[in-house]
């Protein structure tokens, strides 16, 4: 048995010490974080300060979905069931996305991520897509091509596609998601 004392530290009964993020939205740790992207689960969430990046950018949207700095909260699964969702090809630029066609996105992103917290899953099928409509959703009916590799996509039976795009899985139909 270990009789040694623990170690105590200097700071006991002071309250904990700031921290500055470094990272891909932050690089020197010295701006505010949070204050730089906004995110779709945050009250009174407004996805035009993203959208005004994303327009900007040449970059993928697949991408800029991924990017922390342009928008917070958004994981794969999101990613690639939204740009489904909306029939948004994942390698279309930035800028080619109309600023009416983000803020339908936009809406839908916001409902899908407070389905999933009031669910306490992801769930972004369509009822009229799944194959049982009146029963509690089943894992195979939850998702429209979210790691559906090789299968057929639910609404043009065109085999589903994945590549590695930002360090990620990406998933799409590439007849529905047509460039």
């Known amino acids: 048995m270990d009789r040694r004392r623990p170690r105590r530290s200097r700071r006991v009964g002071r309250p904990p010490r700031p921290h500055r993020l470094r ?8 701006r505010d974080p949070g ?5 779709p689960a945050a009250p009174r969430a407004d996805g ?3 959208h005004s ?3 900007r950018s040449r970059t993928a949207i697949g991408a800029l979905l991924m990017d922390q700095s342009v928008l917070a909260g958004v994981g794969n699964v999101y990613r690639a069931e939204l740009l489904f969702r909306h029939g948004v ?8 996305v109309e600023a009416p066609l983000w803020q339908e996105m936009w809406v839908d992103l916001v409902m899908l991520l407070r389905s999933g ?8 099928t369509r009822a009229e897509d799944r194959s049982r409509r009146r029963s509690p959703v089943q894992r195979d009916d939850a998702h429209y091509v ?20 930002v ?4 998933y799409w139909c590439p007849v529905c998601q047509a460039v």
């Not at 979210?146 to 795009?165: A, D, H, K, N, W």
């Open 48 to 50: 035009g300060i993203a």
């Open 89 to 96: 090809s994942p390698f279309r630029p930035g800028r080619a």
């Open 117 to 124: 917290v009031r669910m306490g899953r992801i769930v972004t």
């Open 167 to 170: 360090g990620r899985n990406l």
């Open 35 to 39: 204050a730089a992207r906004p995110g």
């Open 53 to 55: 990046r994303i327009a």
């Open 23 to 30: 990272g891909a939205g932050n690089p020197g740790g010295d």
């Open 146 to 165: 979210y790691r559906r590799t090789g299968l057929p996509c639910r609404i043009c039976g065109t085999e589903i596609r994945t590549e590695v795009m």
